[in-house]
């Protein structure tokens, strides 16, 4: 981890150097996300599309100075430690380029993921709330890069910019959905529908073209056994059926979703 020094600012007209770069790079970050992407230089080897609507690109140009002018950034290289189940910090991040997962082990060691974060995304958010320990792990993905706010930034954040506040009970609530409906899945459905699902949620935040979607990088047999509660042979056993209907299709790093409507009947399909 490579992280900036942290700073305050002393007053609106006192703006230091790193503060100022730090609106900057918000403020772009919203007009390539009000494109439906957010583009950044690869050079560092980051991941830099995101077409669903990231958490900051809801927010207006106020907001993101407000957040910018108060956060520090800091690198993580690929499977690197982000935030660390039961830890007691109460910081909150913004992912601004990579890719992200939270995630958490069982006591023999099998994975349980609970979501990818991509750029744009806020997380950490309930310690920063509740301030009660870590709920669970946050691991790095690729080369990525996050801005941390402090838990006191952060509340007087929610305190005094009505927008964000409202922003985050948006997110809040979509991800209090997210897990009701995993729930669900889990208790009801079986291993197929279970991927299909998850494969479809996948693709929603990508954005299909002519009813298909390419997922790249693909995501691998243990990934997707760990979103869904099951373990890799029987995600290989339906991923090799799925494909043998010419549903789905690997192609070098990329996995192909080729009919979503038919995938979606599927998933709600009586058996």
């Known amino acids: 981890m490579v992280c900036e020094d942290s700073h305050t600012l002393e007053s609106n ?3 230091s150097p790193l503060a100022t770069r730090n609106v900057a790079t918000a403020i772009n970050f ?47 290289q690929n499977n690197e430690l982000i935030i660390a189940h ?12 990579g890719r992200a997962r939270v ?6 060691g099998r994975e349980i993921a609970y979501r990818d974060i991509a750029p744009g995304e806020i997380f950490g958010e309930l310690a920063g709330i509740d301030g009660k320990a870590r709920s669970a792990s946050v691991v790095a993905l690729e ?26 009970l948006e997110h809040l609530s979509a991800q209090l959905r997210r897990m009701t409906d995993r729930v669900f899945e889990f208790s009801t459905l079986v291993v197929r529908k279970r991927l299909i699902l998850e494969l479809l949620r996948r693709a929603e935040e990508i954005g299909s073209v002519n009813g298909q979607v390419s997922l790249s990088p693909a995501p691998t047999h243990f990934e997707l056994a760990a979103s869904i509660s099951t373990h890799r042979e029987a ?14 299709e690997r192609r070098g790093r990329r996995l192909i979703l080729h009919d979503l409507a038919l995938l979606e009947g599927l998933a709600s399909k009586k058996e």
């Open 235 to 248: 995600i290989s056993r339906e991923m090799s059926t799925l494909a043998k209907r010419g549903l789905i």
């Open 86 to 97: 039961g830890d007691s910090d109460r910081d909150v991040f913004f992912l601004l380029a």
């Open 13 to 15: 007209s006192q703006k």
């Open 143 to 168: 080369p990525t890069r996050v801005a941390r706010l402090t838990g006191a930034a952060f509340r007087d954040i929610v305190i005094n910019h009505p927008t964000f506040a409202w922003v985050l």
């Open 30 to 76: 919203l007009s390539g996300a009000s494109q439906g992407k957010y583009t950044r230089s690869n050079n560092e080897g980051y991941t830099a599309v995101t077409a669903s609507p990231a958490f900051m690109s809801k927010l207006g140009n106020a907001d993101l100075a407000a957040i910018a002018q108060r956060w520090s950034e800091c690198s993580y």
């Open 103 to 108: 995630t958490m082990f069982s006591e023999d």
